[in-house]
């Protein structure tokens, strides 16, 4: 299993980026039955969940972005999207990937964002 993270950058606040996770190393059934989420990890803080979504399609967000961010699936492609707008600066941080299946969870490497004031 592989998760291939994109679409980090430098913007300043109140601009948008979008950020695509793309999985491979899996047949379809098994991305489209799993929880996917997005998580971040700003210098000296934990890693916290951003957004997730699961299987069904339902989504969850941290409050700090709800409103703002919008995770989204497309199990043909298997890959899930990030959609970041009103961006803040203090949204600037590294941003992983996870899968969860089976009770194993899976991370891609991060991407950055930076969001300048």
């Known amino acids: 299993v592989q998760l291939q993270a994109s679409g980090g950058g430098s913007v300043q606040a109140g601009g948008s980026l979008r950020l695509s996770c793309a999985a491979s190393?899996?047949?379809?059934?098994?991305?489209?039955?799993?929880?996917m989420g997005w998580f971040r990890q700003a210098p000296g803080q934990e890693r916290e969940l951003v957004a997730g979504?699961?299987?069904?399609?339902?989504?969850n967000y941290v409050d700090s972005v709800r409103g703002r961010f919008t995770i989204s699936r497309d199990n043909h492609k298997k890959a899930v999207i990030l959609q970041m707008n009103s961006l803040k600066p203090e949204d600037t941080a590294v941003y992983y990937c996870r899968m969860s299946k089976y009770g194993r969870e899976y991370w891609g490497k991060g991407t950055q964002v930076t969001v300048s004031s």
């Open positions: 190393g899996m047949i379809l059934s098994t991305f489209s039955s799993s929880e």
């Open positions: 979504v699961r299987s069904g399609g339902g989504a």
